[in-house]
């Protein structure tokens, strides 16, 4: 059974993540695919960072989700294990390069960034969210709430959002003043408190828009 779309590149996934319909995409497109996501496009401090993943579903971890439905410790579990049986790679955006391109462009670039850098060839990208970067390896595909759709794209998931979150953790130690740790560069109440209390810092995006205003005075 073919689980093609109508259209010759979409491929219409379920909405929850499913081991059979991925296996029988893969003898669809003969040949493995990868999921890409990112973690981290709204925070007023730190890094954007992308992940990409290509899975062996013959060797999967159990409990594959998108990392927002995820505990901590699951997550971070599951990051292990996932780079353990996984094809991943791994994309670093900094504040300066989100300020330099813009966020959604930086997200772009870190995409193709991990798109080229796994280490075994893929059929076919498929990208959370509604963009898809041009100039990939092979044929990308955006698909809406991904990281709960499709296994590929959950792990993913997980691996930015561990990455980015022990980043933070890590940034804490540099300043540790601001609770990075705690929010990892949201604007909550506690980083709006520090940033009034200490100002900007290297970590802190100058082009979002309060981090500028308060720059502009």
């Known amino acids: 059974m073919s689980y093609f779309a109508n259209s010759l590149f979409d491929i219409a996934f379920p909405d929850a993540p499913d081991l059979r319909f991925e296996r ?15 973690a ?16 062996n579903y013959d060797n999967l ?12 410790a699951k997550r971070e579990e599951l990051f292990e294990q996932i780079l353990e049986v ?4 791994v994309c670093v955006q900094s ?23 796994l280490s075994v060839p893929v059929k076919r990208f498929f990208i959370d969210g509604k963009d ?7 044929e990308g ?16 998931s997980i691996v930015a959002k561990v990455t980015r979150d022990r980043l933070m953790v890590k940034m804490d130690k540099s ?26 810092t290297p970590l802190h995006r100058c082009s979002f828009r309060p981090i500028r205003e308060m720059i502009e005075g």
């Not at 496009?41 to 890094?47: D, I, L, V, Y």
């Not at 971890?61 to 901590?72: A, Q």
């Not at 996984?86 to 790679?89: K, L, P």
């Open 24 to 38: 029988s995409v893969e003898q669809d497109l003969q040949g493995r695919f990868a999921g890409i996501d990112e």
């Open 40 to 55: 981290g496009r709204g925070p007023w401090a730190g890094p954007v960072v992308v992940a990409a993943a290509s899975l």
């Open 61 to 72: 971890p159990e409990g594959l989700n998108d990392s927002k439905k995820l505990t901590e």
């Open 86 to 89: 996984a094809d991943v790679s």
């Open 95 to 117: 504040a300066q390069t989100i300020d330099r391109l813009n966020i959604r462009e930086a997200t772009l670039q870190g995409m193709r960034t991990c798109a080229r850098s």
């Open 132 to 138: 898809v970067p041009h100039h990939l390896p092979q």
């Open 141 to 156: 595909q955006a698909m809406i709430k991904g990281d709960g759709r499709c296994l590929a794209i959950s792990a993913a």
């Open 175 to 200: 300043f540790p003043e601001y609770g990075f740790a705690k929010h990892k560069g949201y604007g909550t109440k506690q980083h709006q408190e520090a940033l009034a209390a200490h100002g900007v």
